[in-house]
């Protein structure tokens, strides 16, 4: 089916009209020839020769922005008309022109001499009359040797071109076609097929990030077949793992990270929803252009936790959440923002680097200041935060396993009542014992005092907080400290007895611990987030979620006892009256708290007293305890231990009968509610994603300076891409969705050049190493050229017209000649007189006269060493795996590297939390990028860091443990039978005879985990041919 | 085609040599020849190597190394302006006199203040720049800037810069070392000392105490020695033959050849960070033996080691975390006078010690100490407007940082502020002249140290930088 579309575009291609010999490279090159060669002429092209000497050389000092000496060279009149110094020309005088003086004697340009051609060009224009062309210059008409123009290469239409007709036997696909021209062009030869064990390890690691197991490496060994790789070829773009592969290519590109950078750099725990949705998608097959649409503007589009986790794409990069008191830091800070979010889709989508014309047009390509500041426009609305998306789906399953959790309970809560009513009536005779509290840590009683009556932590008034008949009066502008807990806090008990003013009062708190500034805190709140309910507040609601509890009816009447558990593991359980408050919640880990740091406040939900945080109401008593406590011991407490019953009792106190009934219900309602919790997750999930704002009316900012602020522009693109309209026709106020629908749209259009030459180049990049492009990020004029244009050219038309499939790319690469051919020369390899050798005229296979050997990426590294140790845990998506400590220091956050085991460090690479700055030991010395910055191209080094890494890192160690212990589970007890498993695992092949001896050696004299150690730093490991 | 191939022998060998003290130098010598335009050009490198002394918080310039008599005069008067000054919390008090007693030093006579009675008496081998500027006021993007020159995350320090520049003297240990505060790491962490999209060789390298001084140095869990050294004979062995048999590839030889260099660092590192061979003298010299000045003492005495023994770039850190009570760095919002005297006291005597250590052992001439803040403090008092309170907010527009030996001109200092010291008005130096100048010192000119990112060849300078050609000897 392949083979046919592709003949079909074959034919299309023989039909279309371009020359196969012109490619815009040497187009470009001639116009330059084309420039030198016209100097002899008699009259000077002003357009051709002169306007691109002084665009390159001379208009950014004399010119649009900037006029130095009062000389402005970039129109007739005023250039005529000259400076400060007077008039520049003399026409036909060239030696009286002060132009020509200032520039023979090297003065002008400054710095950078004009070469001696140019210079000739400028004497020979003016000696014949210094005809002026187009006024004002047009800086972006034509490409010159400093800068691109509207003309250059990358901005144009695609073009259909001809297959080059080369005969080659055994006969290879289109990319073969190409490339063999080429070779053929410079005398060289592609190499031999490589051996089917090196094609089938390449072939696995680039399309799973894995090795293949020995079993699956021998079968193609041994059945070396076209057919037989094309059905691997098939399995491997059918399995999950190829998800996870490509879209950790993708994430570096759009530079995803999940913490914020700069000062605070908060780890962001609900980004994974973009990470995953780009897995799937990749696994998923989904249309690129339809992949770029959802991430630009998949809330609009489709809505709902698939529309948000999409457009996670927009704030996958750093944000900085400390700017600073001044309106110009603000204003600076969200420009620096914008442009560091502009750079990225403008790169990203299209190699554009929109992000050089902030301050200026850009220097090398045709983008003006003013297209910036219209691109900006379209994404002024840019928010970085948190939405809760709901899935309707979802929400209805989630409210029938409520209703029958609901419906168990009550079961449940018939046969409890029974008992207890039976056991409290016992206990009036004597029949049944009554339970004891429990020892506080902390407790006022607010009698007569504000003194701990255990401790040391006495309180102290702040405003008018006073005593009155035994309880403590606070008035809503009043709260009472204590000081400072002389311990560290790691779970602990809140608890007070409480009679509110009123029961509308919104976001009091009753007891709170926090850091002695207020930052962080947990307290026992009231009316919140929800109103009338108790709820255990939270520093930036860190913690904080509904306890899904009834509405409180009696705390204006009464005082009630609330009390609320943090446990080790993060869970809150609240309580009332003695008894559970709705559900327990487990939102966060457990905050700990400080020695000497940390105290105690009353009647406010944390420092400093302010509005919305202050209780009105009569605080009777209240304690901390330094523990959880248990059920029991809170009903204890509460003060109604006559009438508490601890489930023991009642569980002794049941006939056998309904115990085994009360049993099964409680084995029911624990695996429901399981179920149920992770339903809600499902249901209602939290995504770190853009949360846009209204679009802002946007200036040309002068210079880049927000105090400089110049012309409102509309939204709009860049106007040199061919193809499509960059003028977004929408007014400068228009609606957020509005532009960036259009923005949208002018990115994925089907006549926009760029959008699939570019992705084309990417996919080709990941596949050979480099791209046709060797700049993925960057089409412009300090990008690179393309090696083969025609090809390029051909490939993006074949992806588009394909629909924009990636597999079906990705297909028709891995199963070129190219890219099966063979790594390394043979060592015995000698040319023949017709042709060159290759390592002299192409040492950098830009024309891939082999298959470039290259070394695993760090997190191929890694996977592989787990996938060899047996210890690959395959689990998909869903929050990432913290292998880094994550400390709080006074707002800051700091990520260390620690040392893990177990299953749940075993997944995937890309799973793992990927902070900014502080990053892991293994991965970072193996070039793995902080996602501080876009990385389309990852430096590839070789270190000696790298090599202490891969030897002494505790990850290594403990695989080579893992993968010794697999070993000797498969391979029994006999060395020999040992080390070859071992060699299979790990290279795909049996040790050589020599290789098998030094093997045996290290194994018995340093055991197996030596060898498997040994095994992973061995090059034909992490280099794969 | 021609293009394509000349080109790519040089990235071939740039990409197979990384690492191996190979260098943008390296690599750009070999290609010009062929491209005919040297990237590296041919000045006289007066500094070889560079220590770093960074300040983290910010240091009042007006109470430790610029005089302003006129704000001694003008204290408790209003700061006369129409600007809203960009500082970090916007309290404009009164102007607020200098907390410390300045003097004239030495023979040239520059004014230091008491904060540094150490540091001033050296006041003949410094270089006081004295009108240094800044882009920000807020600390993060302040910091990286003084570093990278960018205000952002993700650019190369100037020491990733200098090491992908020139390398390393030696191959037993890292061309840029950095040695913290013990108090922590400033917040930025290692985004303070990456090498960003620089090849990842060229990074910072953290020193630490203890028996793992870098990370994974040696095995991380318990392993037997002699099971070590037979494992990485065998790796030797396999990774020898796997190259005979495939030929000589840039990146199989270059593994190879990195295995035996970290045999090299394994040795070497554990040797350059024992100070016990130190004489006594020598360590008491570097307050080691007093509590106040031990952490900063060991630290300038291990960079004057680590130094000598050919690395590059060494970077120390005054200061931790930013934010908290007390203050763990110079961020003296709330009270200069006690501040200052706190984090003075830890540096003082060592850095002024690493001076005499130095130039006693001659490397003075052609090592460059470096001595940063990431902004100074405001000449007015962070107070209410009818107040002179005692703690200065952030001030960008003007302060003072010095730099000391080779190519410098000693007991001079360049530039002015304003008579009360808030602004720079004479010779300004924005960062990119500092970083310009400092590569200027090594040789290089700071707009052909390049390297190419997403659409720009990028530099430590961005697209400005003038050597502070006033300072140079």
């Avoid at chain 1, 059918?238 to 913490?259: F, I, K, M, Q, T």
């Avoid at chain 2, 023994?309 to 850190?317: C, E, M, S």
Wanted: proline share 5%.
């Amino acid at each position: 089916m392949i083979d046919c579309r592709i003949q079909l575009l074959h034919d299309v291609a023989q039909a279309a009209r371009l020359s196969a010999q012109t490619s815009r490279l040497c187009y470009a090159v001639a116009m330059l020839l084309c420039v030198h060669t016209m100097v002899p002429a008699q009259e000077v092209d002003f357009d051709k020769a002169v306007a691109p000497i002084f665009i390159s050389h001379c208009l950014e000092c004399h010119g649009a922005g900037e006029l130095k000496g009062g000389l402005n060279l970039s129109q007739v009149e005023s250039a005529m008309k000259g400076g400060e110094n007077g008039q520049v020309f003399v026409p036909g005088d060239a030696e009286g022109s002060l132009i020509w003086q200032r520039v023979m004697a090297n003065e002008m340009p400054p710095k950078h001499p004009l070469k001696d051609k140019h210079k000739a060009v400028l004497k020979q224009w003016l000696a014949g009359g210094a005809k002026w062309g187009t006024s004002p210059i047009d800086p972006f008409s034509t490409t010159t040797d400093t800068r691109a123009g509207r003309d250059w290469w990358a901005l144009q239409p695609l073009r259909e071109v001809l297959l080059p007709k080369v005969h080659s036997d055994p006969p290879g696909n289109e990319i073969d076609a190409f490339l063999l021209r080429n070779q053929l062009n410079a005398r060289l030869v592609p190499s031999a097929p490589a051996s089917p064990r090196a094609q089938i390890r390449r072939l696995y690691f680039d399309l799973t990030g894995l090795p293949p197991t020995p079993e699956q490496a021998a079968a193609f060994v041994a059945d070396p077949s076209d057919v037989a790789y094309r059905k691997v070829v098939e399995e491997l773009l059918a399995s999950d793992h190829y998800g996870e592969r490509w879209a950790r290519h993708w994430l570096d590109v759009v530079r995803y990270g999940e913490s914020d950078g700069f000062e605070r750099n908060a780890p962001r725990r609900n980004a994974w929803p973009y990470r995953d949705w780009v897995i799937h998608a990749f696994n998923n097959d989904m249309p690129y252009d339809e992949f770029v649409r959802m991430q630009l503007f998949g809330d609009q589009l489709k809505g709902g936790p698939d529309g948000a986790a999409a457009t996670g794409f927009w704030v996958a990069g750093v944000h900085n959440t400390v700017v600073g008191g001044s309106d110009r830091m603000k204003k600076l800070a969200r420009q620096d923002e914008i442009e560091e979010v502009l750079a990225t889709v403008g790169q990203t989508f299209l190699g554009l680097t929109v992000n050089c014309a902030r301050c200026h047009d850009h220097k090398f390509d045709p983008i003006t200041q003013r297209e910036f500041y219209q691109m900006a426009s379209t994404i002024s609305g840019l928010g970085y935060g948190e939405r809760v998306e709901q899935s309707p789906g979802d929400q209805a399953i989630l409210t029938s396993m409520t209703t029958a959790l609901k419906q168990l309970n009550e079961r449940l809560s018939t046969i409890n009542q029974q008992a207890r009513e039976a056991i409290i009536a016992a206990r009036k005779t004597g029949d049944a014992e009554v339970p004891e509290p429990p020892a506080a840590f902390a407790r006022w009683e607010f009698n007569d005092d504000l003194k701990d009556s255990v401790g040391e932590l006495h309180g102290k008034a702040v405003g008018n907080a006073k005593l009155e008949n035994g309880a403590l009066m606070v008035d809503g502008n009043s709260f009472v400290e204590t000081s400072a807990l002389t311990k560290n806090v790691t779970e602990k008990t809140l608890e007070a007895w409480v009679q509110l003013e009123n029961l509308d009062q919104r976001g009091g708190g009753a007891i709170t611990i926090e850091t002695k500034n207020g930052v962080v805190f947990d307290s026992i709140v009231f009316g919140e987030r929800e109103p009338g309910r108790w709820m255990a507040g939270s520093n930036g609601f860190a913690r904080t979620e509904s306890f899904n509890a009834e509405a409180e009816t009696h705390a204006a009447e009464r005082p009630v006892h609330v009390a609320q558990v943090y446990q080790a593991d993060g869970t809150i359980i609240g309580y009332r009256d003695g008894v559970a408050y709705g559900q327990s919640i487990r939102k966060a880990d457990l905050q700990p708290y400080k020695a000497g740091e940390t105290e105690f406040i009353f009647g406010l939900r944390h420092k400093p007293l302010g509005g919305g945080r202050t209780l009105t109401a009569r605080i009777h008593r209240a304690a901390f305890y330094d523990r959880a406590l248990t059920p029991a011991e809170v009903a204890a407490s509460s003060g109604d231990s006559a009438n508490y019953v601890p489930e023991k009792q009642i569980v002794e106190w049941l006939p056998q009968e309904q115990k085994s009934e009360r049993n099964r219900l409680v084995a029911e309602i624990a695996e429901k509610s399981t179920a149920r919790d992770a339903q809600a997750a499902k249901a209602n999930q939290t995504i770190y994603t853009l949360t846009a704002g209204q679009g802002a009316t946007t200036n040309v900012l002068l210079r880049g300076d927000p105090d400089n602020v110049g012309d409102v522009v509309t939204p709009g693109a860049v106007a040199s891409v061919s193809g499509v309209q960059a003028d977004f026709a929408l007014p400068a106020d228009a609606p957020e969705p509005d532009r960036r629908r259009k923005l949208m749209e002018w990115i994925t259009h089907s006549d926009n050049p760029l959008f699939s030459r570019v992705m084309a180049n990417r996919i080709w990049h990941y596949h050979f190493g480099t791209g046709i492009v060797d700049s993925p990020n960057d089409f412009g004029f300090n990008g690179g050229r393309p090696s083969h244009p025609e090809l390029l050219e051909w490939l993006a038309g074949m992806f588009q017209a394909d629909g924009y499939r990636i597999k079906d790319l990705h297909r028709l690469i891995v199963t070129s000649r190219t890219y099966r051919q063979a790594g390394y020369l043979p060592v015995d390899w000698e040319k023949s007189s017709s042709e060159n050798d290759p390592r002299e005229v192409d040492a950098g296979n830009r024309l891939l006269w082999r298959m470039t050997p290259r070394r695993l990426e760090a997190e191929a590294i890694r996977d592989a060493m787990l996938s060899v140790a047996g210890k690959l845990n395959s689990e998909m998506g869903g929050p990432a795996f913290e292998d880094v400590s994550i400390v709080s220091n006074n707002g800051t956050t700091y990520y260390e590297p620690i040392d893990v085991d177990g299953p749940q460090f075993f997944r995937r690479t890309v799973y793992r939390l990927n902070p900014r700055g502080q990053r892991s030991a293994l991965l970072d010395t193996f070039d793995c990028p902080d996602p501080a910055s876009a990385a389309p191209r990852r430096n590839v080094t070789t270190t000696p860091l790298q090599a202490l890494s891969l030897l002494n890192n505790s990850f290594v160690l403990r695989m080579a443990t893992y993968f010794a212990e697999r070993v000797e589970r498969e391979a029994g007890a006999d060395v020999s039978a040992q080390v070859v498993r071992a060699w299979q695992l790990a290279l795909c092949r049996d040790p050589s005879t020599d290789e098998l001896r030094l093997s045996t050696e290290l194994v018995q004299q340093h055991g197996l985990a030596a060898l498997c150690r040994g095994l992973f730093n061995s090059s034909e490991f992490v280099v794969v041919e | 085609m021609n293009q394509i191939s000349r080109r790519s022998r040089r990235d071939f060998l740039n990409w197979g040599v990384n690492g191996l003290g190979a260098t943008a130098l390296a690599a750009m010598l070999q290609a010009d020849g062929q491209a005919g335009d040297s990237a590296l050009p041919k000045l006289a490198a007066k500094a070889k190597r560079a220590i770093h002394i960074c300040l983290i918080g910010g240091m009042s310039h007006v109470d430790s190394f610029d005089y302003k008599p006129e704000l001694t005069k003008m204290h408790g008067k209003s700061l006369q302006t129409d600007e809203k000054p960009d500082i970090f919390f916007g309290k404009v008090g009164q102007l607020r006199k200098e907390d410390f007693e300045f003097k004239a030093r030495g023979e040239s006579g520059l004014m230091i203040s008491d904060m540094f009675p150490h540091i001033a008496r050296h006041a003949d081998d410094l270089t006081i720049l004295r009108s240094m500027e800044s882009q920000s006021a807020n600390h993060t993007p302040g910091l990286f800037v003084a570093n990278s020159g960018f205000e952002f995350n993700g650019y190369p320090s100037m020491g990733s810069w200098l090491s992908y520049g020139l390398g390393a003297e030696t191959e037993s240990l890292p061309a840029y070392v950095v040695l913290n505060d013990e108090r922590g790491a400033p917040n930025t962490g290692a985004s303070t000392w990456s090498s960003a999209f620089l090849p990842s060789d060229n990074q910072g390298v953290v020193l630490k105490g203890g028996d793992q001084p870098v990370r994974d140095l040696f095995p991380a869990l318990k392993l037997d020695g002699a099971a070590d050294a037979a494992t990485r004979q065998f790796v030797n062995a396999i990774n020898q033959q796997h190259m005979q048999r495939t030929g000589e590839d840039a990146i199989l030889a270059g593994r190879i050849k990195s295995y035996e260099l970290a045999a090299k660092m394994q040795m070497s590192i554990p040797v350059v960070a024992d100070i016990s061979g130190e004489t006594q003298a020598v360590q008491e010299s570097y307050g080691i033996n007093q509590q106040q000045t031990a952490d900063m003492g060991r630290r300038c005495l291990l960079g004057r080691r680590l130094l000598e023994r050919g690395v590059r770039f060494v970077q120390l850190f005054s200061g931790g975390p930013i934010a908290g009570s007390p203050r763990a760095s110079w961020d003296a919002h709330e009270n200069v006078k006690d501040n200052h005297t706190l984090e003075a006291g830890r540096i003082d005597q060592p850095v002024a010690a690493l001076l005499q250590d130095l130039k006693q052992r001659g490397m003075l001439k052609d090592t460059l100490v470096l001595f940063t803040t990431e902004f100074g403090r405001t000449p007015f008092a962070q107070s209410d407007a009818d107040q002179v309170g005692p703690g200065r907010d952030h001030n960008r527009y003007g302060f003072s940082c010095w730099m000391a030996g080779a190519g410098l001109k000693p007991g001079f200092a360049v530039g002015e502020t304003d008579e009360i010291g808030w602004k720079a008005v004479e010779r300004p130096i924005p960062w990119h002249d500092f970083h310009a100048t400092v590569l200027h010192l090594f040789g290089i000119d700071h707009e052909k140290l390049t390297f190419y990112h997403n659409g720009i060849q990028r530099r430590l300078t961005n697209v400005h930088g003038d050597v502070v050609s006033e300072i140079l000897a």
